[in-house]
């Protein structure tokens, strides 16, 4: 059963940081591109970061560029989005995906991906 599990939300002030982390079970994270993605209330899904699955491409959405760094480690099978210089605007459920053998971009673009987490609630606020 292919499966990831987020961690690391919760509440920060503005101007704060956060450790989101992805673990993948099931699988193993080598040939899978990997990503994050948020979805605030009242509005749709979109992308935030992604790697790609062997070329080491990286994608950000504009908005989180030079705040916002995405990593993995494929030894633990884990996943991470740092994020710092937190702003209101972040608050969001963030889930984490992960699709065979795509790059970054390609995974940005679309919502359909292999696997979904549950997501983990991020709350900026003051």
């Known amino acids: 059963q292919l499966q990831l599990v987020e961690s690391g939300g919760g509440l920060a002030q503005p101007g704060g940081s956060l450790r989101l982390s992805c673990a993948a079970s099931?699988?193993?994270?080598?040939?899978?591109?990997i990503g994050w993605f948020r979805q605030a209330p009242g509005k749709e899904r979109e992308g935030v970061s992604c790697?790609?699955?062997?070329?080491?491409?990286?994608i950000y959405r504009d908005s989180v560029k030079g705040r916002f760094t995405i990593s993995r480690d494929n030894a633990n099978n884990m996943v991470y989005l740092q994020m710092n210089s937190l702003k209101p605007e972040d608050t969001a459920v963030y889930y984490c995906?992960?699709?065979?053998?795509?790059?970054?971009?390609?995974?940005?673009?679309?919502?359909?991906?292999?696997?979904w987490g549950q997501g983990t609630q991020v709350t900026v606020s003051s």
């Open positions: 995906a992960a699709t065979f053998g795509r790059t970054a971009q390609a995974m940005f673009v679309t919502l359909i991906h292999d696997v």
């Open positions: 790697i790609g699955s062997t070329d080491g491409s990286i």
């Open positions: 099931g699988f193993t994270l080598d040939y899978y591109a």
